[in-house]
């Protein structure tokens, strides 16, 4: 047994922002303006996941709160409408929540053994919304296991008992458990597996006494613009507190500290003269453009896949426009050997889809069906949400568990009606409801086969048909 000592922890010290000397501003206004867009783009997703860690960890009073810090919550439904902690949620997979304070000691997770044919994953993921490594069927297998994750201050060797040994760059991490759902009657099967989720500090794993106990962190209370104003900066300053500076963005982070980012001061936007926050928010917005453009050309025209835009550290090279896109149409995504997203932005005549104007079709030739390895799922979002859309069915979905549900074409194929209004009742069984309006879908492939990577196998597009 392996005991804990100051050798193998290291014990950093969050900042009280609130006590340190205010960021200073010292560029130029055009130069402010063009810092601006850069930090925006790689703070957008700092600060979208904040939002996420606050409802589900840190307001007790929030509709959407799971658990406080190293304990687990677990969603014991699948998600519906209702539920707005994070966009482009799947409805798939019950999932459970496990948010992590890494700064006094890791933390074990273990996986129970489950059955070969059921889908489960563990991802782990950073503050920069990176997926740094993953637990579960595709990664570590069904056989469960024990799982050390240690911050950027642990060091030593994999104690006693222990499967793997995961490090993280930061010092909050996000782990984020599927658990595949087949129907609605498996349900309880689901909740079992849920249980058998463990979470609990190294010590305790090791039946040592705990480290001391760091101080309390004064988290800040989200506001309503944080995204989309110069507030994002200041969020950002306090969420870097936890991640020591990579070396590969040195420069970058040097270049920030030009317009107050820096993770040892407080950023306060209301400081700074009319100017400046004009300067600022220019290039916020030159941010949102660069990206309204990327993703006309290249996200919905398919030539990059979601793979693309979730990853590692290393996967990403620091393409901090990937990042930002992820974040954006999609936070939490799988990375591309866990899962692959295809977005439905656009139908087959490059025009932006809207339930509201169009019917629409989505046909697979006879064997052409997605390939998955474990499965795969087709869901609808509301445009002006990106959220669940709520429908007379409460079919949120289509996915291949529901395949002898679906009535095939006569040749063999399969034909699904993404619309608004019901089809009629011979099509319903293989309809998708939309909103009246704009939508867009996601099919996810989890585990998908090699012919995807390859581009052997040729994702259909959506036909426009006349209301």
């Known amino acids: 047994m392996q005991r804990i000592t100051a050798a193998h922890v290291i014990f950093p010290c969050v900042l009280l922002l609130s006590q340190a000397a205010q960021a200073e501003f010292n560029a130029s206004l055009d130069e402010a303006r063009q810092i601006a867009k850069e930090a925006y783009l790689y703070g957008f997703p700092v600060v979208e996941m904040y939002k996420t860690l606050y409802t589900q960890a840190v307001d007790s009073g ?9 304990q687990i919550g677990n969603s014991t439904k699948v998600f519906t409408p209702k539920d707005t902690a ?3 949620p799947n ?4 999932y459970s929540f496990v948010w992590m304070d890494l700064r006094s000691e890791p933390l074990v997770l273990t996986l129970p053994a489950i059955g070969e044919d059921r889908y489960y994953s563990t991802q782990l993921i950073d503050i920069y919304t ?4 993953y637990l579960g069927t595709r990664s570590t297998g069904n056989k469960g296991g024990n799982f050390l994750i240690a911050g950027p201050g642990w060091q030593g060797p994999a104690p006693e008992g222990i499967d793997k040994v995961i490090h993280s760059e930061t010092q909050v991490v996000y782990a984020l458990y599927r658990t595949q759902l087949f129907n609605e009657a498996d349900l309880d099967n689901v909740k079992a597996i849920q249980l058998g989720y463990k979470v609990q500090p190294l010590s305790a794993f090791l039946g040592q006494s705990p480290p001391p106990v760091l101080p309390a962190v004064a988290w800040l209370k989200p506001q309503p613009d944080m995204t989309e104003t110069p507030a994002l900066f200041r969020y950002l300053n306090f969420m870097m507190a936890f991640a020591p500076p990579v070396e590969s963005e040195s420069e970058l982070l040097q270049r920030f500290r030009k317009i107050g980012i820096d993770p040892n001061k407080p950023f306060e936007e209301s400081v700074l003269n009319a100017e400046q926050r004009q300067a600022l928010q220019a290039g916020i917005e030159d941010g949102k453009a660069e990206f309204a453009a990327f993703k006309k050309s290249d996200i919905d025209s398919h030539k990059i896949s979601s793979g693309d835009l979730f990853g590692t550290r290393e996967h990403l090279n620091n393409n901090y426009l990937y990042r930002y896109a992820g974040a954006r149409l999609g936070i939490f995504g799988n990375s591309a050997e866990e899962a692959n997203y295809m977005g439905y932005f656009t139908d087959s005549s490059g025009r932006p889809v809207d339930a509201g ?23 609808m979002y509301d445009g002006k949400t990106r959220l669940l859309v709520d429908n007379p069915l409460d079919r949120y979905l289509i996915n291949s568990r529901m395949l002898n549900q679906l009535k095939r074409d006569a040749d063999g194929g399969l034909t699904l009606y993404l619309q608004h209004d019901s089809p009629g009742k011979a099509r319903e069984s ?15 492939l989890y585990m998908p086969g090699p012919q995807v990577a390859s581009g052997q196998w040729k994702l259909p597009l959506l036909t426009p048909v006349a209301k």
Do not use: C, E, M
């Open 91 to 94: 409805s798939d997979t019950p």
């Open 430 to 444: 293989n309809w998708l409801p939309a909103p009246n309006g704009p939508f867009y879908g996601v099919l996810r």
């Open 130 to 133: 990176q997926n740094f490594d």
């Open 62 to 70: 929030s509709p959407d709160y799971k658990a406080p810090f190293n």
């Open 86 to 88: 994070f966009i482009t």
């Open 357 to 379: 104007k169009q019917n629409y079709t989505l046909h697979f030739d006879k064997g052409q069906l997605p390939p998955a390895r474990a499965f795969w799922s087709l869901t």
